[in-house]
């Protein structure tokens, strides 16, 4: 089940977990800019959403490139 995942994503265990890992820290990074903004509207006023609507494309950039090593 678990290297199912992995073939089916075109992955290794190493890039599964680099990609895993990249998106839970930018979504800390976007939760607690979202949290300090809930408290005090003038800091990170767009940060949050600026680092959500970052987040997707480079994470599917880094796995094309994670798929085109499998490949080799």
Do not use: N
């Amino acid at each position: 089940m678990f290297k199912k995942h992995l073939d089916d994503h075109w992955v290794s265990y190493r890039d599964h977990q680099k990609l895993a890992f990249f998106f839970a820290r930018e979504s800390c990074k976007a939760g607690f800019m979202a949290f300090i903004h809930g408290i005090i509207p003038k800091f990170f006023e767009t940060s949050a959403s600026d680092t959500h609507k970052a987040i997707l494309p480079k994470y599917m950039q880094m796995l094309e490139e994670f798929k085109k090593k499998k490949k080799l």
